[in-house]
C-alpha cells in the first residue's frame, strides 16, 4: 500500500508539473496571440481611419462639382430700350494677382514690394474702388448687376524652382488663406450692386505639373479650386452665380454682347519689348475669333491676363489686364514697361457694349507701410 500510495503520490506531482507547464504555454501562446491580434487591430484601425477620411475627401470633392458653377444670370440679358437712366453692368476683372510670391524691395531697387500681407491690402483695395469708382466717376446710369471675371494665376504656384525656394506660403495654404479676403469683397460687391456674377478661368501658375496641360487643364489647377471653393461656400446667395467650366476658358453674355476671357499664356510672346504684348494677344485674337466661327460660338470681346500690362483695347476686341502683383523682378530683368499694380473695370450698356474703360490702381505704398 505504501509503495502504491508513494508512486501515486509521485505520479501526480510529475502531472501537475506538466499540467502546469503546459498551462504556462497556453498561456504564453494566448498572450501572444492576444498581442498580435491588438496589432492587426491597431493596423486595421489605421486602415479604417485612412479609408474613412479618403471617404470624406471624396465627398468633399463631389460637393465641389456639386457647387453652382455653370449658371448663367437672367439679370444680363439683353435689354429693351427704356426711357430713363441707362442701364449698365460693371465687369470689374481680377486676374494675376499671384497670391503667396514674394518681391523683396531690396531686389527691386525700393520700386515694388509684395507679400501676403501686401496681397490682402491691394485685394481689399481693389473691391474697395471698384465701387468706389462706380459710384462717383460714372454717372448717368443704373447698375444692373456686376460681373466679376477672375482670369488666372490667383496663385504663385511652384512651376519655377525660384517660386518654390522663395514663395511665402505653399499653394493649399495660400488657397486657404485668400478665401475670405474674395468671400469678404464678393459680399461687398453684392450688397452694393445687388447682383454679381462670377466666372473662372484657370492661369498657368496655378498647374499641378511642370509643363503646361492641354487636356484635364482645368481639373489641374490651383485657380479652379479657388473658385470652386468659393462657389461651395458662398452657394446658395441670392443674386449670387458662378460658372467654372471645365474648358480653359469662359464666355459670358451681357445684353447680347459676348465676352470671352482666357488666361492668354497660349498666346506666345514674339516681336520686341518695345511692342509690349499687344502683337502676340492681336494675332492670337484674330486666330481665336476664326476658330470661334469655325465652332459657331462668336465673341466680341476678348480678355485675357498674363501679360500683367493693362490695355483696355475695346474697340479693337482686346482688354488686357494688369497685375496685382504689379512690377516684378522677371519684369525688370527684361526692361519690360513698368507700370503700378492695376486691374481693369468695364462700363457695358446694352446699346454701345464696352462703352468706358478704367484702371483699378490697387497699390498704395503709405497704406502698404514700406
Same mark, same amino acid.
Given at each position: 500500500?505504501?509503495?502504491?500510495?508513494?508512486f501515486s503520490e509521485a505520479l501526480s506531482a510529475e502531472e501537475r508539473k506538466l499540467t502546469e507547464?503546459?498551462?504556462?504555454?497556453?498561456?504564453?501562446?494566448?498572450?501572444?496571440?492576444?498581442?498580435?491580434?491588438?496589432?492587426?487591430?491597431?493596423?486595421?484601425?489605421?486602415?479604417? /481611419?485612412?479609408?474613412?477620411?479618403?471617404?470624406?475627401?471624396?465627398?468633399?470633392?463631389?460637393?465641389?462639382?456639386?457647387?453652382?458653377?455653370?449658371?448663367?444670370?437672367?439679370?444680363?440679358?439683353? #435689354?429693351?430700350?427704356?426711357?430713363?437712366?441707362?442701364?449698365?453692368?460693371?465687369?470689374?476683372?481680377?486676374?494675376?494677382?499671384?497670391?503667396?510670391?514674394?518681391?523683396?524691395?531690396?531686389?527691386?531697387?525700393?520700386?515694388?514690394?509684395?507679400?501676403? =500681407?501686401?496681397?490682402?491690402?491691394?485685394? #481689399?483695395?481693389?473691391?474697395?474702388?471698384?465701387? =468706389?469708382?462706380?459710384?462717383?466717376?460714372?454717372?448717368?446710369?443704373?447698375?444692373?448687376?456686376?460681373?466679376?471675371?477672375?482670369?488666372?494665376?490667383?496663385?504663385?504656384?511652384?512651376?519655377?524652382?525660384?517660386?518654390?525656394?522663395?514663395?511665402?506660403?505653399?499653394?493649399?495654404?495660400?488657397?486657404?488663406?485668400?478665401?475670405?479676403?474674395?468671400?469678404?469683397?464678393?459680399?461687398?460687391?453684392?450688397?452694393?450692386?445687388?447682383?454679381?456674377?462670377?466666372?473662372?478661368?484657370?492661369?498657368?501658375?496655378?498647374?499641378?505639373?511642370?509643363?503646361?496641360?492641354?487636356?484635364? &487643364?482645368?481639373?489641374?489647377?490651383?485657380?479652379?479650386?479657388?473658385? &470652386?471653393?468659393?462657389?461651395?461656400?458662398?452657394?446658395?446667395?441670392?443674386?449670387?452665380?458662378?460658372?467654372?467650366?471645365?474648358?480653359?476658358?469662359? /464666355?459670358?453674355?451681357?445684353?447680347?454682347?459676348?465676352?470671352?476671357?482666357?488666361?492668354?499664356?497660349?498666346?506666345?510672346?514674339?516681336?520686341?519689348?518695345?511692342?509690349?504684348?499687344?502683337?502676340?494677344?492681336?494675332?492670337?485674337?484674330?486666330?481665336? =475669333?476664326?476658330?470661334?466661327?469655325?465652332?459657331?460660338?462668336?465673341?466680341?470681346?476678348?480678355?485675357?491676363?498674363?501679360?500683367?500690362?493693362?490695355?483696355?483695347?475695346?474697340?479693337?476686341?482686346?482688354?488686357?489686364?494688369?497685375?496685382?502683383?504689379?512690377?516684378?523682378?522677371?519684369?525688370?530683368?527684361?526692361?519690360?514697361?513698368?507700370?503700378?499694380?492695376?486691374?481693369?473695370?468695364?462700363?457695358?450698356?446694352?446699346?454701345?457694349?464696352?462703352?468706358?474703360?478704367?484702371?483699378?490702381?490697387?497699390?498704395?505704398?503709405?497704406?502698404?507701410?514700406?
Amino acid at each position: 500500500m505504501n509503495e502504491s500510495g508513494g508512486f501515486s503520490e509521485a505520479l501526480s506531482a510529475e502531472e501537475r508539473k506538466l499540467t502546469e507547464e503546459a498551462l504556462r504555454r497556453d498561456n504564453y501562446d494566448l498572450g501572444h496571440k492576444a498581442e498580435e491580434a491588438e496589432r492587426k487591430a491597431a493596423t486595421l484601425k489605421v486602415v479604417a /481611419d485612412e479609408k474613412e477620411t479618403a471617404l470624406q475627401e471624396a465627398y468633399r470633392e463631389l460637393s465641389l462639382y456639386k457647387a453652382p458653377k455653370g449658371r448663367k444670370p437672367r439679370w444680363a440679358l439683353a #435689354k429693351k430700350k427704356e426711357t430713363g437712366p441707362e442701364r449698365a453692368t460693371i465687369i470689374a476683372f481680377l486676374s494675376d494677382t499671384h497670391y503667396g510670391e514674394v518681391v523683396r524691395a531690396e531686389e527691386m531697387g525700393d520700386y515694388n514690394k509684395y507679400n501676403m =500681407s501686401i496681397a490682402e491690402i491691394r485685394t #481689399k483695395a481693389f473691391f474697395e474702388k471698384v465701387i =468706389s469708382a462706380s459710384r462717383k466717376y460714372i454717372g448717368g446710369v443704373e447698375y444692373d448687376g456686376i460681373v466679376l471675371p477672375l482670369g488666372g494665376d490667383l496663385v504663385s504656384g511652384t512651376i519655377h524652382e525660384e517660386l518654390s525656394e522663395t514663395n511665402e506660403l505653399t499653394t493649399y495654404d495660400t488657397i486657404l488663406a485668400v478665401l475670405p479676403w474674395l468671400e469678404y469683397g464678393i459680399a461687398n460687391l453684392l450688397e452694393v450692386f445687388g447682383k454679381v456674377h462670377v466666372v473662372s478661368a484657370p492661369g498657368n501658375h496655378g498647374r499641378d505639373s511642370k509643363k503646361p496641360r492641354h487636356k484635364l &487643364r482645368a481639373a489641374h489647377n490651383a485657380d479652379t479650386l479657388l473658385s &470652386r471653393l468659393l462657389a461651395f461656400h458662398m452657394q446658395g446667395i441670392d443674386g449670387l452665380t458662378f460658372d467654372i467650366p471645365e474648358a480653359m476658358d469662359v /464666355d459670358f453674355d451681357v445684353y447680347g454682347h459676348v465676352f470671352s476671357m482666357e488666361h492668354g499664356d497660349n498666346f506666345r510672346f514674339s516681336g520686341t519689348s518695345e511692342i509690349g504684348a499687344y502683337g502676340p494677344v492681336k494675332r492670337g485674337t484674330l486666330r481665336k =475669333s476664326r476658330q470661334r466661327q469655325g465652332e459657331n460660338r462668336p465673341f466680341e470681346y476678348l480678355l485675357v491676363g498674363h501679360f500683367h500690362q493693362y490695355i483696355p483695347a475695346w474697340t479693337q476686341g482686346i482688354i488686357m489686364n494688369g497685375s496685382v502683383k504689379g512690377y516684378d523682378e522677371y519684369a525688370q530683368s527684361w526692361k519690360f514697361s513698368v507700370e503700378p499694380a492695376q486691374q481693369g473695370l468695364l462700363v457695358v450698356t446694352p446699346d454701345k457694349g464696352v462703352a468706358q474703360a478704367l484702371p483699378i490702381i490697387v497699390q498704395d505704398r503709405m497704406k502698404e507701410g514700406w
